[in-house]
């Protein structure tokens, strides 16, 4: 016989469960985006409010029945912390005291954002860009380091004849920022009328656009691997290779516990 706890985590976790709040959040999506039309405001008047409360209570629901069913362990999930974040954020009202405050209602998007954590897909690409986040900061402290040389560079060569590309390191450091993303480069290369801005630019250009970029992307991609690989070991079960080096293991670790027993008699 199942207790009602366990009867509220089936509930919570079922397939039409899952897939009514996916679409509740997909709605409120629409609704919020709807809001920011004068015409759908005029149109329901209150009732824009409304709606806006039903899907925050929704949530709420959601919320507290899983709190009931995992208690502290809900909050052992990042996934979970950044839901609960969420609904809290969604229970500051828009209208009233707050209503002065675009910030506050601009935070109730971020409901949208909800769908990472219920769709796996999209978990997998958000939890490998959070692992990729070390190994891109060395990669954007390696790139900082190459704008800062060619911002020294282009300043000393260039300053006196593009001044408002290159008059200032800071100038400066926006315009390669520029060339990087190839928006607006030929404006940039064509201000500068030197014999040796080719051979400064075209470098920059092919490391920065090229290698730098290819590299994030490449970093992003290894990260997306390892989960994935992740995932489907959790899946997979076990071979009858691993069961059989499992009970080894276990059969080594009695076998040295039997051994320090038998050491411990012969030393009484």
């Not at 990042?78 to 974040?85: G, H, K, L, T």
């Not at 954007?140 to 290159?166: D, G, H, N, R």
Request: proline share 3%; aromatic share 16%.
């Amino acid at each position: 016989m199942l207790s009602f706890r366990e009867k509220c985590k089936l509930f919570v976790e079922s397939d039409k469960v899952q897939n009514f709040i996916i679409a509740l959040i997909m709605l409120n999506a629409v609704t919020m985006g709807l809001e920011t039309f004068t015409w759908w405001n005029n149109c329901l008047g209150s009732g824009v409010w409304a709606i806006d409360r039903i899907f925050v209570w929704f949530f709420v629901l959601e919320l507290s029945l899983k709190l009931y069913v995992y208690r502290f362990s809900f909050f052992k999930s990042n996934w979970n912390n950044f839901d609960f974040a969420i609904v809290v954020l969604s229970l500051i009202p828009g209208n009233g005291v707050f209503s002065c405050c675009r910030a506050v209602r601009a935070l109730r998007i971020f409901r949208t954002a909800r769908l990472f954590g219920r769709m796996e897909n999209l978990r997998i690409i958000v939890s490998a860009m959070l692992r990729a986040l070390p190994n891109l900061g060395w990669l954007f402290l390696v790139l900082m380091i190459f704008f800062y040389i060619f911002s020294v560079l282009t300043t000393t060569l260039f300053s006196k004849i593009a001044p408002e590309q290159f008059g200032s390191l800071f100038t400066s450091f926006y315009s390669l920022f520029s060339l990087m993303t190839m928006e607006g480069w030929q404006d940039t290369v064509e201000a500068v009328k030197s014999p040796y801005a080719r051979w400064v630019f075209i470098p920059f250009m092919l490391i920065s656009s090229y290698i730098f970029l290819n590299l994030v992307v490449g970093i992003i991609v290894a990260a997306m691997e390892d989960i994935i690989r992740q995932e489907k070991k959790k899946e997979q079960p076990d071979s009858p290779q691993d069961e059989l080096l499992k009970e080894i293991r276990e059969l080594s670790q009695q076998v040295s516990e039997m051994k320090e027993l038998l050491s411990e008699k012969k030393e009484k």
